[in-house]
């Protein structure tokens, strides 16, 4: 049995990742997604993320896919509270390889005491970050985010998620980057493939969706997906 503090083989880990986001994060039955939308299953990836060992999967996956298609950042972290965990994760990864990869929270509001911050942690102004978040179903929690890490003065190049549900939000944030292009953003396709046999409705892909900046190397990302039996 592998100790909790040691990392496993990068392939071992993600295969064990989406083992355990079978396992413990797929709740089956009616429910309102924070988007407005309905549906017939529930991605609870607070059920990934705060788990002693999927956490730790977390941070070394996802740090491993960045560092993979060279998005060079400074810090990630997204908008609270799905985000939060995600980015702790990447810079304890980071932290195993003795890399300085800050984390930062961002409020869904701008505080209106105290220091009056959006974007909670050590500065990003004038710095390369990453957005992250757990799961994604329209986009808007990444784009909110997205909007207040600019205001705040950072350079965001990447977005990145853990399971995307397939359910456009990939194609909104290309979209919005797109649209974006003449401030110099450009979007980076996330490519997943799926097991055979199984149901598009349960529909998961462990992924990332990019925002890069034209001076930036950017690839198209690849990274293993997988579907659900009903």
Do not use: C, W
């Not at 049995?1 to 396992?23: D, F, G, V, W, Y």
Request: charged letters at 25%.
């Amino acid at each position: 049995m592998t100790k909790l503090s040691e990392n496993l083989p990068i392939e071992e880990a993600r295969e064990r990742l989406r083992q355990l986001i079978s396992e413990l994060a797929v709740v089956r039955g009616h429910v309102v997604l924070a988007s407005g939308k309905e549906a017939d299953y529930y991605v609870d990836l607070r059920r990934i993320t705060l788990h002693h060992e999927a956490s730790r999967l977390v941070g070394q996956v996802m740090l491993d896919l960045l560092d993979k298609n060279g998005i060079e950042f400074e810090a990630a972290g997204g908008l609270t509270m799905g985000a939060d965990p995600v980015g702790t994760a990447i810079m304890r990864a980071a932290g195993d390889q003795d890399r300085a990869i800050d984390a930062f929270v961002v409020r869904k509001a701008q505080k209106s005491y105290g220091m009056g911050r959006q974007v909670e942690g050590p500065s990003v102004e004038g710095r390369r970050v990453v957005a992250v978040e757990d799961t994604s179903t329209t986009g808007g929690s990444a784009l909110t985010a997205v909007e207040a890490l600019r205001k705040a003065g950072a350079e965001v190049v990447a977005v990145a998620v853990i399971v995307d549900r397939a359910t456009g939000a990939k194609e909104h944030v290309e979209e919005v980057a797109d649209a974006n292009h003449r401030s110099g953003l450009r979007s980076l396709s996330a490519h997943s493939r799926t097991l055979p046999g199984s149901s598009n409705q349960y529909s998961l892909s462990i992924g990332m969706s990019s925002y890069s900046t034209i001076e930036a190397r950017a690839a198209s990302v690849q990274f293993s997906g997988f579907m659900l039996q009903k």
